[in-house]
């Protein structure tokens, strides 16, 4: 049986969108929204289905929710940093927003829209926090007139910065119920070897059954498949940004030694597979997911990490 990785898309329908952990998925809205938008059920408006797995890509592997208030969710796990992200998540709002109405129908039948996305890169580079939150407000006064639309990021590249494999260290990062959550998808293999140690309280109660899940979940031969090829597209996918990030590093007339050296690991298979994992290393990415999508072990990894400092 193949070690699931959460973070993986697939994976992580399977895991959050789904009628019997619906709980899971109401304790990860509950700890990102504020105490207004908190709900006490959903209705999932696109389950996991096993069937749509064959062609499915990461631009529609998302979760869409209705909470028990009517207010609506879309909850999205991204992996690598594609081109335009921050105009794909507004689409993301916009679809779910309008998609409320049928045509005729009033618009004071629309309800508020929240689009949750967490990312495994860093995209928001003027905060340090690993959790923003947007609104639509005015330039000047700050009022938030139009209330409807809400957008969060969750970082996990900021929350696991700095962490090495210190169970204590980072049970002491673990303070809300979002600091878990991000632990999970972080740091799921180290939790799993501690639940014996892990705190008794309802939170953690939580946390526990999204450890045992993980480690019971069974891919049909079609699933296995459908994620072993989704890995394989998102190496391709990784590759391609890299050859693009490279190429317009390449077309600047800033380039010094350390640059000529990354150029020159593009020779090859395995330079490019380093090459990608180097780019990986900048966006802060955490190394097991490196070391799953470039197939690097963890030490060669870890290798590269340390022959290339500024990174």
């Known amino acids: 049986m193949i070690r699931v990785n959460p973070k993986v898309d697939l994976a992580f329908k399977k895991l959050f969108g789904v009628e019997e952990n619906k709980d899971l998925l109401i304790s990860l809205i509950n700890s990102i929204v504020s105490e207004e938008d908190q709900v006490k059920d959903v209705i999932l408006l696109n389950p996991h289905n096993p069937q749509n797995f064959k062609n499915d890509k990461l631009s529609i592997l998302d979760i869409k929710a209705e909470g028990h208030n009517k207010k609506k969710f879309n909850i999205e796990i991204q992996i690598t940093d594609s081109a335009d992200y921050d105009k794909r998540a507004l689409y993301y709002w916009a679809r779910l927003y309008a998609e409320q109405l049928a045509s005729g129908e009033e618009y004071s039948k629309l309800n508020k829209a929240i689009g949750i996305h967490i990312l495994n890169f860093t995209s928001i580079l003027e905060s340090e926090k690993y959790h923003n939150t947007f609104h639509l407000a005015e330039k000047d006064t700050g009022i938030q007139h139009f209330k409807d639309i809400e957008l969060h990021t969750i970082e996990l590249t900021k929350f696991s910065q700095g962490l090495d494999d210190d169970f204590h260290q980072l049970l002491s990062k673990m303070k809300q119920t979002i600091d878990i959550w991000a632990a999970f998808l972080t740091k799921y293999d180290l939790l799993d070897q501690k639940q ?22 069974n891919f049909s031969d079609e699933e296995r498949n459908s994620y072993e090829d989704h890995l394989k597209w998102l190496r391709d996918e990784t590759s391609a940004l890299n050859k693009k990030y490279e190429k317009g590093k390449a077309e600047s007339k800033a380039e010094g030694k350390a640059e000529g050296k990354a150029e020159g690991l593009a020779e090859g298979r395995e330079e490019g597979i380093k090459k990608t994992a180097l780019k990986m290393l900048r966006k802060k990415m955490d190394i097991d997911t490196i070391s799953e999508i470039t197939e690097l072990s963890v030490d060669e990894i870890k290798k590269l990490e340390t022959e290339n400092q500024k990174y």
Do not use: G, R, T
């Open 196 to 217: 014996n140690e892990l705190p008794e309280a309802p939170d953690f109660s939580n946390l526990k059954k999204a450890l045992n899940i993980i480690n019971v979940m």
